[in-house]
């Protein structure tokens, strides 16, 4: 079956530095989301990605989807405490009426 | 105005017993998702109802388990004779969309964690 892989699996920053995390898809995707969850909390929605190539910004948050629509990635510029979570890929499968999540990225802000 | 809500949050079960977990969707939300999330891990598909027509049942571990969602709207998820491994928690997510290459946003509710003793 269709597997989704993030790595890292875990990150570890101070304050101010830089994170980003990989998603990698074993099928094409007709489109990629972002979802954070914030420790004890749900998995809350971030982006939703179409098209191939395309780049998406959120203030601090920049998400891409690879030209061959299996992979994506999530960069943060200048991290935050407030930006602690697990950020989750997830892409569509089984016709699009399910979404299979990857393994998530758990980030972790230090001052 | 709600987003989607789970009932009970948490719920603690013996061996053997049976339990039912409620949710209810996004006023109007077409789809209904179930997930199972392990400790560290990420959500894993269950079951998807489009209104009350379940269309996807391929995610649940066993017959054991058993959703509905009879009136289009409130979702339970059943678990018969519980076992440990059914120990986890319990996401519903509800999406205007009807799947397929129009896939929107998924609203995750705060989950029901169930711990089988």
């Known amino acids: 079956g269709q597997q989704v892989m993030q790595i890292p699996q875990y990150q570890h920053v101070q304050e101010g530095e830089d994170f980003t995390t990989y998603c990698n898809s074993s099928t094409t995707l007709s489109n990629i989301q972002w979802y954070k969850q914030r420790p004890g909390g749900h998995p809350v929605f971030l982006i939703q990605?179409?098209?191939?190539?395309e780049v998406k910004k959120q203030k601090r948050l920049t998400f891409q989807f690879g030209e061959a629509k299996k992979n994506s990635s999530l960069h943060i510029t200048a991290t935050q405490t407030t930006d602690v979570g697990t950020y989750f890929c997830a892409g569509p499968t089984g016709g699009g009426n399910k979404l299979t999540f990857g393994t998530g990225t758990q980030l972790k802000v230090e001052l | 105005g709600a987003g989607v809500s789970q009932s009970p949050r948490y719920k603690v079960a013996k061996r053997g017993q049976d339990v039912a977990l409620r949710c209810d969707p996004i006023?109007?939300?077409?789809?209904l998702f179930w997930y199972q999330q392990a400790l560290g891990q990420g959500p894993e598909f269950l079951t998807y109802f489009q209104n009350e027509a379940q269309l996807d049942k391929s995610g649940l571990p066993s017959d054991r388990f058993f959703a509905e969602r009879p009136e289009g709207s409130v979702s339970t998820l059943k678990i018969q004779r519980t076992q440990q491994e059914d120990s986890a928690v319990y996401l519903c997510?509800?999406?205007?969309?009807?799947?397929?290459?129009?896939?929107?946003?998924?609203?995750f509710g705060p989950g029901t964690r169930l711990t089988v003793l």
């Open positions: 997510a509800s999406s205007k969309s009807r799947g397929g290459d129009s896939y929107n946003e998924q609203f």
């Open positions: 990605l179409v098209k191939s190539g």
């Open positions: 006023s109007g939300h077409v789809s």
